[in-house]
């Protein structure tokens, strides 16, 4: 198993632009959901989906959108990329069954946008 | 709303070096506690978890007891390693009666460890 991928792992983006953060999860996990990590503020959670077709937002949706066609990817959209979504972001999935849920990370990707 | 105070970093150590990361938690109900460690340049894993007071979790020689008395769940290790040399995140969930919390959690802002030999 891949786990949990992320792609790309770095990029940069000028003000206005928009891209798609690409995740995706070979474990069959129901729950998948988007992070970002920043200096001194551990990680805040984005957008969440419990299933295909499911989403809901975090504590900081604001300029992100998410939809989520199939159990496997769960992409982020920027539509028009600001400097204060210069961050790392994180990719998680995890499932309900036996026992405590735990939350697989994928390797982040660092968008600087400027 | 729930939130996770950890200690102030970075925190250096000396190998062989007792660790200790403090970490609160203010939370209505009964959430699940955990610890994740970030290496440079990866991803978070787990590390440790307690699902009810008093549990403790361990791995890797680290230590960590749920205390709902002080809403506490601080992270020890006995002898560190350079190879501990990472940054520490205290998190917490609310499952619900199946367990589950839809993949949400509450993380602390994190805290640096370096540990030189």
């Known amino acids: 198993n891949a786990g949990v991928t992320q792609t790309p792992k770095f990029q940069v983006l000028k003000t206005g632009q928009s891209m798609t953060l690409q995740c995706a999860q070979d474990m069959n996990h129901e729950y998948m959901s988007w992070y970002r990590q920043d200096p001194g503020m551990g990680l805040r959670l984005i957008h969440y989906?419990?299933?295909?077709?499911?989403?809901d937002q975090g504590e900081v949706p604001n300029g992100y959108n998410v939809s989520r066609s199939t159990t496997e990817d769960f992409p982020l959209r920027l539509l028009s990329a600001a400097p204060s979504q210069t961050s790392v972001y994180f990719c998680a999935s995890s499932y309900s069954g036996g026992g405590v849920e735990t939350q697989y990370f994928g390797p982040g990707t660092r968008l600087l946008v400027l | 709303g729930d939130s996770v105070t950890q200690m102030e970093g970075p925190v250096t150590l000396s190998e062989e070096a007792f660790l200790t990361i403090n970490c609160t938690y203010t939370?209505?109900?009964?959430?699940?506690l955990f610890w994740y460690v970030q290496y440079p340049g990866e991803g978070l894993q787990l590390l440790l978890k307690?699902?009810?007071?008093?549990d403790k979790g361990s791995n890797k020689g680290f230590e960590a007891t749920y205390r709902k008395e002080t809403t506490s769940f601080h992270l020890e290790k006995g002898s560190v390693q350079v190879s501990d040399s990472a940054v520490y995140f205290c998190?917490?969930?609310?499952?619900?009666?199946?367990?589950?919390?839809?993949?949400?959690?509450?993380f602390g802002q994190g805290t640096i460890l370096t540990v030189h030999p």
């Open positions: 989906s419990v299933g295909a077709g499911i989403t």
């Open positions: 998190a917490l969930n609310h499952p619900n009666a199946g367990g589950t919390s839809y993949g949400k959690l509450t």
């Open positions: 939370a209505t109900g009964y959430p699940s």
């Open positions: 307690a699902t009810k007071a008093d």
